[in-house]
């Protein structure tokens, strides 16, 4: 038998666009419920917008989905955001912290402004969700927490540096809550996409000489789009991954390896 979401109810936070909304969208093809945590619902690429939101997606498919203006930043509002999915949907089964933003920059011109900002997002933000998730996950019989970090965390950047170190962050949160967690029933796992072509990547992506750069460094000739981060969530996410927890995949096309 093939993986089976079914009445599972996931929470995706920045599920209104890009990584987060193929992620939401894989896992509502496997028969999930979805619930997107986002500050606006409105998604940002135009091939995306013609589609329609996440929520109008999810629900042609012919399951439930509900949006939560969330700023993931704010506690009392993830607080809500998780009692509101809980109370709606009887339950929360997974939870995906994949809201985040570009961070880039050298640390000699970081600014301490942008930098706690870029930490907020990234990597405070999904300890509060997984924080006020918790006692939700452990009532599921198959919690699961997915973060999505990035192949960033595990190469230095010099030019990189906020968003890397809380991608690092993240990749630790995740041994750590799978540690916290495992007796509970609730497995806690991470992706490391690689170039993905969203909003936060476009303008990288689109110019020939930064993608030509981008490609050079890894084993395939191509960069990935929402829906292949998506498919990994989808096994994440199932039961198929009762044995795998405070691990990360690398769907990043062998960026780490060349
Ligand atoms: P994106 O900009 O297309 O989407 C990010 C989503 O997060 C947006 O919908 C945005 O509104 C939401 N968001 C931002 N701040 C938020 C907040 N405070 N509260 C709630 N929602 C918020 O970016 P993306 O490329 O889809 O990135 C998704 C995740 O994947 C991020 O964590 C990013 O770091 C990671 N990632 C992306 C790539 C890539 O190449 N695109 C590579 C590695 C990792």
Known sequence: MGIDLTDRTA????????IGRGIAIELAREG??????????????????????????????????????????????????MDVAAEEFAGI??????????????????TLEFWNKVLAVNLTGPFLCAKHAIPYLVESDQGRIINISSQGSKRASGTNTAYCISKAGISHLTRSLAAELGSEGVNVNGIMP?????????????????????????????????????????????????????????????????
């Open 194 to 258: 690689g170039p993905v072509r969203t909003e936060m990547m476009a303008d990288v992506l689109d110019d020939p000489e930064q993608r030509q750069t981008y490609l050079d460094q890894m084993c395939v000739d191509y960069y990935g789009v929402p829906e292949d981060i998506g498919r990994v969530a989808v096994f994440l996410a199932s039961e198929d991954s009762r044995y795998v927890t405070g691990h990360e995949v690398a769907a990043e096309g062998g960026w780490l390896v060349n």
């Open 93 to 110: 089964d997974i939870l995906v912290n994949n809201a985040g933003i570009a961070g880039r920059g050298k640390a000699s011109e970081t």
């Open 32 to 81: 999930a419920d979805i619930v997107v945590a986002d500050l606006d619902d409105e998604p940002t690429l135009p091939e995306e917008k013609e589609r329609g939101t996440t929520v109008e997606v999810v629900e042609e498919m012919g399951h439930e989905a509900e949006f939560v203006k969330t700023d993931v930043t704010d506690e009392n509002q993830v607080s809500s955001l």
């Open 11 to 18: 929470v995706v936070t920045g599920g209104a666009a890009g």
